[in-house]
């Protein structure tokens, strides 16, 4: 198993600058940590101050801040953006990180109004992304100028350069629930990215799906990364009590606008109105406390999946301190990394 973060930067900073400082603080702290990965949310349209609409900004300044770790926008929100510009940003982006950068995309979520908001429907997001992505292939590889006819792009003489550093084209990963874009993406060996908020059945049944659709069989599942919301440090009840008031802001704000967040976790005849802080922590939707007991819930977690290759650990949020948090980090490294990484996919 390898492992990562998810700068998931939503901070409620009324100064995005102290947010991005932030992020780019933990990024910089994984990088000497070494964690392999580090995946920016793009959050266009979003409600907050500090919210971060365009994530190759943020990694284009950790480019120059690290040396190691792979950095990638999760994601690049494909409907909402031609093509050839996505292309274009993506391919400068591996550039200035010599190789380092990983391309994630995504068709964006239906409740928040991208769509409307340029003159189109949500039922227009996957066809849209399935073109473009095919779009953006054929930018990197084409070797003279092509035209492009599409059902939503058009175009003539294209070319693009600079073409990707990595030959043909960084590393592809697709955060999706759709069927047909899953099995694109284990058909053409794509990583598949699944968020820290689907339960262990609902990333069991999309590892499934994906492992179907490999070449490699179960074997594919190497290529799925899972985030999750993990937190080390001495004990259970330090846990607890350490992320109680900020963490509790969070649920209670998501019971009010995301209550689908919460799908998986709630259990049979539980309501949505009952769930509090720490039915988050029982029910497995945060997992916190001593290295030891946060190795084992990570090991039944895995278990209970059947398997993936990476895992995500959810950064990005302003939750207890920011010394706590980098301790977080610092011990998953050392105490938890090590009984997990020989876990493998069958």
């Given at each position: 198993?390898?492992?990562?973060?998810?700068?998931?930067?939503?901070?409620?900073?009324?100064?995005?600058?102290?947010?991005?400082?932030?992020?780019?603080?933990?990024?910089?702290?994984?990088?000497?940590?070494?964690?392999?990965?580090?995946?920016?949310?793009?959050?266009?349209?979003?409600?907050?101050?500090?919210?971060?609409?365009?994530?190759?900004?943020?990694?284009?300044?950790?480019?120059?801040?690290?040396?190691?770790?792979?950095?990638?926008?999760?994601?690049?929100?494909?409907?909402?953006?031609?093509?050839?510009?996505?292309?274009?940003?993506?391919?400068?982006?591996?550039?200035?990180?010599?190789?380092?950068?990983?391309?994630?995309?995504?068709?964006?979520?239906?409740?928040?109004?991208?769509?409307?908001?340029?003159?189109?429907?949500?039922?227009?997001?996957?066809?849209?992304?399935?073109?473009?992505?095919?779009?953006?292939?054929?930018?990197?590889?084409?070797?003279?100028?092509?035209?492009?006819?599409?059902?939503?792009?058009?175009?003539?003489?294209?070319?693009?350069?600079?073409?990707?550093?990595?030959?043909?084209?960084?590393?592809?990963?697709?955060?999706?629930?759709?069927?047909?874009?899953?099995?694109?993406?284990?058909?053409?060996?794509?990583?598949?990215?699944?968020?820290?908020?689907?339960?262990?059945?609902?990333?069991?049944e999309r590892a499934e799906a994906y492992a179907a659709a490999s070449p490699q069989?179960?074997?594919?599942?190497?290529?799925?990364?899972?985030?999750?919301?993990?937190?080390?440090?001495?004990?259970?009840?330090?846990?607890?009590?350490?992320?109680?008031?900020?963490?509790?802001?969070?649920?209670?704000?998501?019971?009010?606008?995301n209550p689908e967040r919460f799908d998986g976790f709630l259990g049979p005849g539980?309501?949505?109105?009952?769930?509090?802080?720490?039915?988050?922590?029982?029910?497995?939707?945060?997992?916190?406390?001593?290295?030891?007991?946060?190795?084992?819930?990570?090991?039944?977690?895995?278990?209970?999946?059947?398997?993936?290759?990476?895992?995500?650990?959810?950064?990005?949020?302003?939750?207890?301190?920011?010394?706590?948090?980098?301790?977080?980090?610092?011990?998953?490294?050392?105490?938890?990394?090590?009984?997990l990484a020989a876990l493998g996919v069958s």
């Open positions: 198993m390898k492992f990562g973060i998810f700068s998931n930067g939503l901070r409620r900073n009324m100064v995005a600058a102290v947010t991005y400082e932030s992020d780019l603080q933990e990024i910089v702290a994984a990088d000497r940590l070494g964690f392999e990965e580090a995946w920016v949310s793009e959050h266009f349209g979003g409600w907050l101050p500090d919210t971060v609409p365009n994530a190759e900004l943020l990694i284009a300044k950790a480019a120059g801040l690290t040396r190691r770790i792979k950095l990638g926008p999760a994601v690049r929100l494909l409907p909402l953006y031609h093509p050839l510009d996505v292309a274009a940003s993506a391919a400068m982006c591996d550039h200035m990180l010599r190789g380092r950068y990983l391309f994630g995309v995504g068709s964006g979520v239906p409740f928040v109004r991208n769509m409307e908001r340029r003159g189109m429907t949500n039922d227009m997001r996957h066809p849209m992304m399935m073109e473009s992505i095919e779009f953006i292939l054929k930018s990197w590889t084409a070797t003279e100028p092509f035209d492009w006819d599409g059902a939503y792009w058009r175009g003539t003489g294209i070319s693009l350069l600079p073409k990707p550093y990595q030959q043909p084209y960084p590393p592809i990963a697709v955060a999706t629930s759709h069927e047909n874009v899953t099995r694109l993406a284990a058909e053409r060996g794509w990583t598949l990215l699944i968020s820290q908020f689907a339960a262990p059945d609902a990333v069991r069989g179960q074997g594919g599942r190497s290529m799925i990364t899972v985030a999750r919301q993990i937190y080390v440090t001495d004990s259970v009840r330090k846990a607890r009590e350490e992320l109680r008031a900020d963490v509790g802001d969070s649920i209670e704000q998501w019971k009010r606008v539980a309501r949505l109105e009952d769930f509090d802080y720490d039915r988050a922590f029982d029910s497995g939707l945060f997992i916190g406390g001593d290295p030891d007991t946060v190795a084992r819930q990570l090991i039944e977690f895995h278990e209970r999946c059947g398997g993936f290759g990476t895992l995500l650990l959810v950064m990005g949020k302003d939750w207890g301190s920011a010394r706590n948090r980098l301790r977080s980090m610092r011990l998953f490294m050392s105490e938890v990394a090590p009984r």
